[in-house]
């Protein structure tokens, strides 16, 4: 189990990074945190000619709360992202899902762009910057950048929109608007592991705390985060009075979970019902929550 | 073709350490082969098992998914480093020897190093601290009980000693 060779690049910037990605083209591959990375590589299942280590591009070690969002570089370890607490505030969702990513060691050295970038259709992150509507900023040398929103960054397992001789420098979370909660749940075989099943959820409520807007992102049930659009089966009601099981019944019928040594297909599929149900009730309650800590600072 | 070797500088256990490795040379296979530092223990080599993990610059991390090469110039403490000056136990190891938290002792190391920097982090852990401090680091011997133990007692140890 030792990574294949490569030539190892170290570049000082972010010119001198795009240069080499755009030398290396197809044969290029960057190293941020490694978590993911090397693992591919120790099991030989990826084996690039050259290796580009952004680790000492220090313009990209960066966490910007601002324009209504949290704008994460590429260098931003998973665990300074977990523990920053004006994250937290502009948008808590992160750090829900950060605590179910691997486990604290992990953290301390993977980041999340490198998450993002790996495009894992199990992994908590992707279905974060999905249910979000969040965006992955793209650099190429001479080229400029482009932001691609999530839902055309994902084209499928371990694929992204991420091009040869592109580095993805940052990824945007936007906060959420008032009286706006979210959630994630998921069940894992052991703890930190990949989920079996997943869901993260948004709930946007309007001023006598009736659902106006639900959507949830579902991992492991397809080749990239499923976006479920769930507005309409909410309809418009406070979440007490809502029809809890045909929202967990609409989840079942618009997803199309594959089985594997993990888990069946049936068993996601009915998995996925339930945590998605939960997410989005725990996601109702934050929201009106929101409204309550509001009212009491008003 | 050779490959080529990077010079590198690593501050291991306190000490400046010059090593010519290969980009490709794992931080865990440097430190046992090159500085012939075995303490650190390869069990699964992609990151599940807990077994190499070493504090760089503090922090714990797998050695076996990272790069020599990626962290020349920084800190490295392994479970070498963990004693005293004078060999003496640090009140982690003391704890778990205590506590009887090791049987075969192959993940021991990891643990160590781990907890070290939990306790630090979090100086009296609550149960299930402990347990999600240590939730990346896989013991096949002990079930965990006298592993979580031996964490309390640790805290116990340095709360006395501050």
């Given at each position: 189990?030792?990574?294949?060779?490569?030539?190892?690049?170290?570049?000082?910037?972010?010119?001198?990074?795009l240069?080499?990605?755009?030398g290396a083209?197809?044969?290029?591959?960057v190293?941020a945190g490694?978590?993911?990375?090397?693992?591919l590589?120790?099991?030989?299942?990826?084996?690039?000619s050259?290796?580009?280590?952004?680790?000492?591009?220090?313009?990209?070690?960066?966490?910007?709360?601002a324009?209504?969002?949290?704008?994460?570089?590429?260098?931003a370890r998973?665990?300074?992202?977990?523990?920053s607490s004006?994250?937290?505030r502009?948008?808590?969702?992160?750090?829900?899902a950060?605590?179910?990513?691997a486990?604290p060691?992990?953290?301390?050295?993977g980041?999340v762009i490198?998450?993002?970038?790996h495009?894992?259709?199990s992994?908590?992150?992707p279905a974060?910057?999905?249910?979000?509507?969040g965006s992955?900023r793209?650099?190429?040398?001479?080229?400029?950048?482009r932001?691609?929103?999530?839902?055309?960054?994902?084209?499928?397992p371990l694929?992204s929109?991420?091009?040869?001789?592109e580095?993805a420098?940052?990824?945007?979370?936007?906060s959420?608007?008032?009286?706006?909660?979210?959630a994630?749940?998921?069940?894992?075989r052991?703890?930190?592991?990949y989920?079996?099943?997943?869901a993260?959820?948004?709930?946007?409520?309007?001023?006598?705390?009736?659902?106006?807007?639900a959507?949830v992102?579902?991992?492991?049930?397809g080749?990239?985060?499923?976006?479920?659009?769930?507005?309409?089966?909410?309809a418009?009601?406070?979440?007490a009075s809502?029809?809890w099981?045909?929202v967990?019944a609409?989840v079942?019928e618009?997803?199309?979970?594959?089985g594997?040594?993990?888990a069946?297909?049936?068993?996601?599929?009915?998995?996925?019902?339930v945590l998605?149900?939960?997410?989005l009730?725990?996601?109702a309650?934050?929201?009106a929550g929101e409204?309550?800590?509001?009212?009491?600072?008003? | 073709?050779?490959?080529?070797?990077?010079?590198?500088?690593?501050?291991v256990?306190g000490v400046v350490?010059?090593?010519k490795?290969?980009g490709?040379?794992?931080?865990?296979?440097c430190l046992?082969?090159?500085?012939?530092?075995t303490?650190?223990?390869?069990?699964?080599e992609?990151g599940v098992?807990?077994?190499c993990?070493?504090?760089?610059?503090?922090?714990?991390?797998?050695?076996?998914?990272?790069?020599?090469?990626s962290?020349?110039?920084?800190?490295?403490?392994t479970?070498?480093?963990?004693s005293?000056?004078?060999?003496?136990l640090?009140?982690?190891?003391?704890?778990?020897?205590?506590?009887?938290?090791?049987?075969?002792?192959?993940?021991t190391?990891?643990?160590?190093?781990?907890?070290?920097?939990l306790?630090?982090?979090?100086?009296?852990?609550?149960?299930?601290?402990?347990?999600?401090g240590?939730?990346?680091?896989?013991?096949?011997?002990?079930?965990?009980?006298n592993i979580?133990?031996?964490?309390h007692?640790?805290?116990e140890?340095?709360?006395?000693?501050?």
């Open positions: 189990m030792k990574p294949p060779a490569f030539d190892y690049h170290a570049p000082r910037g972010l010119g001198e990074a240069e080499v990605l755009a083209g197809p044969h290029g591959k190293l490694g978590q993911s990375l090397i693992p590589l120790n099991m030989r299942l990826a084996s690039p050259h290796l580009v280590d952004i680790n000492r591009v220090a313009e990209l070690d960066t966490l910007v709360v324009d209504g969002g949290v704008r994460v570089g590429a260098l998973h665990a300074a992202v977990e523990r004006s994250v937290a502009a948008q808590p969702l992160l750090r829900t950060l605590k179910l990513v486990h060691v992990i953290r301390n050295r980041t490198g998450s993002l970038v495009a894992d259709p992994a908590e992150l974060v910057l999905t249910v979000l509507s992955v793209l650099a190429r040398h001479g080229g400029g950048e932001d691609v929103p999530a839902g055309a960054f994902f084209t499928g694929e929109a991420v091009e040869p001789g580095l420098v940052s990824a945007f979370f936007p959420l608007p008032p009286r706006t909660g979210s994630f749940c998921e069940v894992a052991r703890h930190g592991d989920a079996m099943a997943g993260a959820a948004v709930v946007g409520l309007d001023e006598d705390l009736r659902i106006v807007s959507k992102a579902c991992v492991s049930v080749p990239v985060p499923v976006l479920l659009e769930m507005s309409e089966v909410c418009h009601r406070p979440a809502v029809d099981a045909a967990a609409s079942r618009r997803i199309d979970p594959e594997d040594i993990h069946t297909a049936a068993y996601r599929r009915h998995l996925t019902g998605a149900e939960r997410a009730r725990i996601a309650q934050e929201a409204q309550g800590r509001e009212g009491l600072d008003g | 073709m050779a490959e080529t070797l990077h010079e590198i500088s690593l501050t256990n350490r010059e090593v490795v290969p490709r040379r794992l931080l865990s296979d046992r082969h090159e500085l012939g530092l303490g650190t223990h390869v069990g699964c992609h098992c807990g077994c993990t070493v504090l760089l610059d503090g922090d714990p991390v797998r050695s076996c998914l990272t790069f020599a090469v962290v020349d110039g920084h800190e490295i403490t479970v070498e480093g963990l005293g000056p004078d060999g003496s640090s009140p982690v190891q003391r704890a778990f020897s205590e506590c009887h938290a090791l049987q075969c002792g192959f993940c190391p990891g643990f160590l190093c781990t907890v070290t920097a306790l630090r982090d979090n100086p009296t852990p609550a149960d299930d601290e402990v347990v999600e240590i939730s990346g680091n896989l013991c096949r011997c002990t079930g965990y009980q979580v133990k031996a964490v007692r640790a805290a140890l340095m709360g006395d000693e501050a």
